[in-house]
């Protein structure tokens, strides 16, 4: 089935089953590694990208959820050539330890600070809290988006 969908605003057509998961679609279908498979399951949050603006898990988004939407990843953050801030801040901050599933941590910060300029630390922890990190960089994830925050 052709599906049509704008990709990091990219008009993107692929002939896939709708049932298929987003995630496989960005991953197997269009080369954007870097949203992450971690429980294929909605849990860990590894696999966050924005469909329409919102944070959803491509792992159990079917990709006919986002056909005529737009989809963002990791890689079509950055605007201009500039990472976005977010990005610098992560990198400022020493962030990753393994990095698996920083693109998703990213992907759900820059949603908050879309809709949430200026978050509290409580903001920020429990917009943060469907993310996991089993090498447990919470504390600097916080301090990174708290360095992007107005
Ligand atoms: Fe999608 Fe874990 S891989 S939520």
Request: proline share 4%; aromatic share 4%.
């Amino acid at each position: 089935m052709a599906l049509s969908l704008t990709v990091n605003g990219e008009q993107r057509s692929l002939d896939i089953e709708g049932d298929t998961p987003l995630l496989w679609v960005l991953r197997d279908e269009l080369g954007l590694k870097g949203t992450k498979f971690g429980c294929g399951a909605g849990l860990c949050g590894a696999c966050t990208v924005h469909l329409n603006g919102q944070p959803v898990r491509s792992c159990s988004t079917p990709v006919e959820f986002a056909v005529g939407g737009e989809v963002t990843t990791i890689e079509g953050l950055a605007e201009d050539g500039q990472l976005h801030a977010l990005q610098k801040a992560w990198i400022a901050k020493g962030v990753p330890q393994c990095g698996y599933c920083q693109s998703g941590q990213i992907m759900s910060a820059a949603h908050l600070l879309a809709t949430n300029p200026a978050p509290t630390r409580n903001d920020i922890v429990a917009a943060m809290t469907g993310n996991l990190c089993r090498c447990g960089t919470y504390s600097r994830i916080i301090a990174a988006v708290e360095s992007v925050a107005g």
